[in-house]
């Protein structure tokens, strides 16, 4: 088998990092060569891999207990390598956890380390763990980033084994997607492993050292695009085989038998989906591997996700259902209660209950109630028909006298609605990321039935779990009382109408600043706010969105929105 790149072999990360390591003894180089492909942690601790050599200053003097900048407190230290530590943390300021990387600033990866985690916090994609902070402050260096308690490795899911169909389907599409992305913007990982892709509590999957991981490491790449693929291949034979494609053991995975190449999943583990088990040999193909079933490698991220996009879709597993135990009837024999029939296994039938005797005194209640009540209905009738007549003598006064002002006594009725002016539009993504097709945001209020906006695509209809919804926000122009919202959608949509509150200025960018006013589902949808509403910021969001019949994607359509008073 080929030796596989620098960055499909490499460390076991804990919070980005390797477990805590001491640097290899210099004296046992010959038993670190032998085995490079079993321990490379240690291989990385001696510089191998990049092109920057080892750190040559010493690690810096931290403790349990010490503050950066006054703000991050270190808690844990969770690895020692190479002239760099990287800690559990506290920012005192917000509180809340954080992951820090330290290392001095003569360091000599500091200057590629603060270019890195710049580099990764302008991207702001929120599929990866993002930076917030990268300071060289008192002889040292330190990169600050996101820290996850609800989210759980790759690594230790695949501990209990292989995941599901469709939780290694969902894994690949997020992470092929999210790097994609990154790549775009000119960005590599080169070190994504099991410890570097974590699940969330919500399901989302999120990738954690993007640049930064493989600059404290020294590690490059001339085909950073190959070398990521790659990684994601071996990420999706891991989920599928609870197998290392490679013959060496890592992240608590073993790998394949010595001598027999790279074979494909569907053959190491039965029952593995065949779709993915090709997939997964099209990204591993980088490494020289071939297997005459599969088709044409994929060298890049976003031919992985044109591939995904190409297989048929994989849908969730049905919810389980446990139905209720069957009812037990147990009868009981008059007369011995609490105690078994005379012949068991026979069923006897249960005897009604006699009526309960009436008393003589109840007998006279009865009576006297019903003459009560007779009673009471005839007064009730007397006086009613008397009310009648009084009643109508005042109309005829009434009647009489109206003559001065020619009107009549009909309440006023409802003023008609009328159309609202959109005065703008613009698309709206809770993560922030490039948008959903702004190009065509005008298409929604121009009138023309034939014409939409639309939604980037999605592999499920609750967004492939990325996020909570998208939308559009309308701008009346000003404040105004919006008494409704008609939307017309290609295709069967979930949506709510959201209102920020008051005249802001400026049209909110966050979701929480705007309150749900109404919902509904279908193609053609209108919204009642519930109480009267002045809003002059409207937000149409989409919750849950439908299977599009031209291209087999899940994708949200608005042909058409009106707003009326």
Request: aromatic content about 6%; overall charge negative; charged content about 25%.
């Amino acid at each position: 088998m080929a030796e596989r790149s620098t960055a499909a072999v490499d460390v076991a990360d804990n919070s980005g990092d390797e477990p805590l390591t001491a640097q290899a003894d210099q004296s046992t180089a010959d038993g670190v060569a032998k085995n490079r492909e079993r321990d490379t942690d240690t291989d990385e601790a001696q510089g191998s891999g990049g092109t920057d050599g080892p750190g040559k200053a010493s690690p810096p003097e931290l403790h349990s207990g010490h503050k950066l900048a006054r703000r991050y407190r270190l808690e844990e230290c969770v690895t020692r390598l190479d002239g760099f530590s990287s800690w559990r943390a506290v920012d005192e300021k917000l509180r809340r956890a954080v992951g820090v990387h330290v290392l001095p600033a003569d360091h000599a990866r500091a200057r590629s380390v603060l270019a890195a985690a710049r580099s990764s916090a302008l991207l702001g994609d929120p599929r990866f763990v993002q930076v917030l902070d990268a300071v060289e402050e008192n002889d040292l260096v330190y990169v600050v980033h996101e820290w996850l308690p609800d989210a759980t490795e790759l690594s230790t899911l695949l501990a209990s084994g292989p995941l599901e169909v469709y939780e290694a389907y969902q894994m690949v599409t997020q992470v092929s997607a999210a790097m994609a992305a990154a790549h775009r913007e000119g960005l590599a990982h080169l070190r994504l492993n099991p410890n570097a892709v974590l699940r969330t509590s919500s399901g989302q999957w999120r990738i954690r050292g993007l640049a930064v991981n493989a600059a404290l490491r020294g590690i490059s790449s001339d085909t950073p695009q190959r070398t990521d693929t790659e990684a994601i291949g071996a990420l999706l034979y891991a989920a599928l085989t609870q197998r290392w494609p490679y013959e060496s053991d890592a992240y608590g995975l073993s790998g394949l038998p010595k001598d027999v190449g790279l074979i494909a999943p569907d053959q190491v583990r039965a029952g593995v989906h065949r779709g993915l088990s090709e997939l997964t040999m099209r990204a591993l193909a980088n490494n020289g591997a071939t297997a005459s079933r599969h088709e044409s490698a994929c060298t890049t991220p976003e031919e992985l996700v044109k591939a995904i996009g190409e297989m048929p879709r994989i849908r969730p597993p049905e919810p389980s259902f446990t139905a209720p135990p069957d009812y037990q009837r147990t009868t009981y024999q008059q007369g011995t209660y609490g105690r078994q029939a005379q012949h068991p296994g026979a069923t006897q039938p249960v005897p009604t209950p006699p009526p309960p005797l009436q008393s003589r005194t109840g007998k006279a209640l009865k009576w006297a109630v019903s003459a009560l009540l007779i009673a009471a209905l005839g007064l009730g009738s007397w006086q009613l028909a008397d009310a009648l007549m009084d009643q109508g003598n005042k109309s005829e006064d009434s009647n009489q006298t109206q003559t001065t002002d020619g009107g009549d006594d009909k309440s006023p009725t409802q003023p008609a609605s009328r159309p609202i002016a959109i005065d703008g539009v613009r698309d709206f993504d809770p993560l922030g990321s490039d948008g959903e097709n702004p190009r065509d945001i005008d298409n929604i209020y121009d009138n023309d039935p034939s014409s939409y906006w639309q939604t980037s695509w999605y592999s499920s209809s609750d967004f492939g779990r990325l996020k909570s919804g998208v939308g559009v926000i309308l701008d009346l122009g000003k404040v105004q009382d919006v008494g409704k919202v008609t939307v017309t959608f290609v295709g069967d949509t979930s949506v709510e109408l959201r209102a920020a509150s008051g005249d802001t200025g400026s049209a909110p960018t966050n979701l929480e600043s705007y309150a749900q006013v109404a919902e509904g589902a279908g193609t053609s949808v209108t919204l009642k706010p519930g109480e009267s509403l002045k809003a002059r910021y409207l937000l149409v969001w989409l919750t849950n969105l439908p299977k599009q019949v031209d291209d087999g994607q899940f994708r949200g359509r608005i042909a058409d929105v009106k707003v009326s008073s």
